[in-house]
């Protein structure tokens, strides 16, 4: 069986990163994981191809040579993996199509010319898909049942089909799970609430493969939350420290973890001892009484902004999720959230309006409430251009107005620059993997990478000699040194996102004030509130 596996694009979002892509010479940010993890699940006498369509369009001779085409997508993608299912049918292909879309929504009207839907987790479905096509069968939808498989047996992915030129991170996944139970969450949908690991010599062992093909630069654990699982976490991190140490630290580590991680100063220094060099935590808003309306209760049990500080001062830097639009929010909910991220001083702070996902407990609860504005094949994933898609307590119109507001406000070029500044040179703790690496006067001397040899002057010439800004790079670039010169190398890759922002945050205003306009009387629609008022913000 020859097999081309196909990853459709994704729209322009946050995450996309162009501006800094360009400056270092790369297509994407992350891979695909999940296809290359499917490939290693599927027979190995097969031949695979991989295009990611991210990087370059599938070429003539790619379909001509496939026997079975294989695409796996997230909501976001919806559009072009339509696309891609209509190229593939028209050369006469055979279609297979799995992953969190094709999972969550099988029935989406995308999907209605695929041949196989291989949804859940592939452990469990890959065997089931396989076995029909040896009985000949020309179609079948192939689920788990709500079983979950053991990911302890997974094999190593086929991380040698990827184009690792293109991209700026490769991924690694240690769980799946998450034992939390945020109402709009479709994390625990789609993978449960008990989380499941792979074994410390598994996940050492897919870093060896990618170590091995050249890989020298950030990995991504793709967890949805690293520290679901603390005691299999606190078994992998001694093991991960010596593998890094013995190596001289060639990878920096970036994951997604829950706001409890500052609870717990062993985890937070075994992570910064392996160079863990920065976490996303799903922080979503400082009020309390929206937090208690979601069932984000962990966020509730510790004041957030000493959550930021206390593992910002181990040396690991802190992005964060914020949402607008929760259910009895009061106004002012966007100004909130722009006061918070500046007293913590996160520098990457995503915020988006709420999104009702298909199967989640909000979408069910709205579902019965009647407020859904649109069905679930219309639910286009969350992103920062995504209007809020069901009928708020408040109007529509009120909350665009504040997400645009504070996204402008979060990434206007000076105060980016100014926040950034001051988390280098006053919260960012010194990580402690530098203590075991040579070092000039507490710098770390580590070989330069040629993408970063080849960023440098241009950010230098962008923002510190063209724009009007310079004097205020220089000044950051000259208190960091001074304050934590060990930190300069972060505060320039920090400063360089300014680049993606100064752009996207024009973008991102302009788009949501279309989609109001074109909802019409529906976005000042006032709706009465079904949740108490918000408590005042703690910190």
Known sequence: ??????????????????????????????????????????????????????IRPVEEAEWQWAELVILSAMIVQRSSLEAQIDLARSHGLPVAVGGPFASSTPEAPELERVDYKILDEGEITLPLFVAALERG???????????????????????????????ESLSVQFSRGCPF???????????????????PEQLLAELGAIYQLGWRRSVFIVDDNFIGNKRNVKRLLPQLFRWQKQRGFPFRFITEASVDLADDPELMAGMSRCRFESVFLGIETPDEASLATVRKLQN???????????ISSYGIRVMAGFIIGFDGEQPGAGERITRFVSATGIPTAFLGMLQALPNTALWHRLEREGRLIADRHEVRGVNNT??????????????????????????EPTAYMERVTDYCSRKLGRPQWQRHVPNVLGIPLLPPKRSDLRALPRIVWRQGIRRS?????????????LHRPYL?????????????FMEYRVLV???????????????????????????????
């Not at 010479?25 to 295009?51: D, H, I």
């Not at 939808?141 to 094999?155: C, L, V, Y």
């Not at 139970?181 to 074994?199: A, H, M, N, S, W």
């Open 1 to 54: 069986m020859r097999v081309l596996l196909v990853y459709p694009e994704f729209p322009r979002t946050f995450w996309s990163w162009e501006k800094i892509l360009e400056l270092v010479g790369r297509k994407v940010v992350l891979p695909p994981l999940g296809l290359v993890t499917v490939a290693s699940l599927l027979p190995q006498e097969w031949e695979f191809r991989l295009v990611d369509c991210n």
């Open 137 to 167: 069968e020309p179609a079948g939808r192939f689920s788990a049942n709500g079983d979950k498989p053991d990911i302890t047996h997974t094999p190593i992915p086929r991380f040698d089909l990827l184009e690792l030129g293109a991209y």
């Open 181 to 199: 139970q945020c109402e709009f969450c479709d994390i625990i949908v789609l993978y449960g609430r008990k989380p499941r690991t792979k074994t």
């Open 300 to 310: 509730t049990r510790s004041p957030l902004v000493r959550a930021v500080d206390t």
């Open 386 to 411: 995504s209007l809020i898609n069901f009928r708020p307590t408040r109007p529509i119109a009120a909350i665009a107005e504040e997400f645009a507001a504070a996204f402008r406000a979060l990434y």
């Open 469 to 481: 800004t310079r004097w205020l790079f220089w000044r950051s670039l000259l208190k960091v040194a």
């Open 488 to 500: 300069l190398e972060e505060l320039l890759i920090e400063l360089s996102h300014n680049e993606h």
């Open 509 to 539: 205003s302009a788009e949501i004030t279309a989609q109001v306009e074109a909802l019409g009387p529906l976005a000042h629609a006032e709706l009465e509130p079904v949740a108490e008022p918000v408590a005042p913000m703690r910190t």
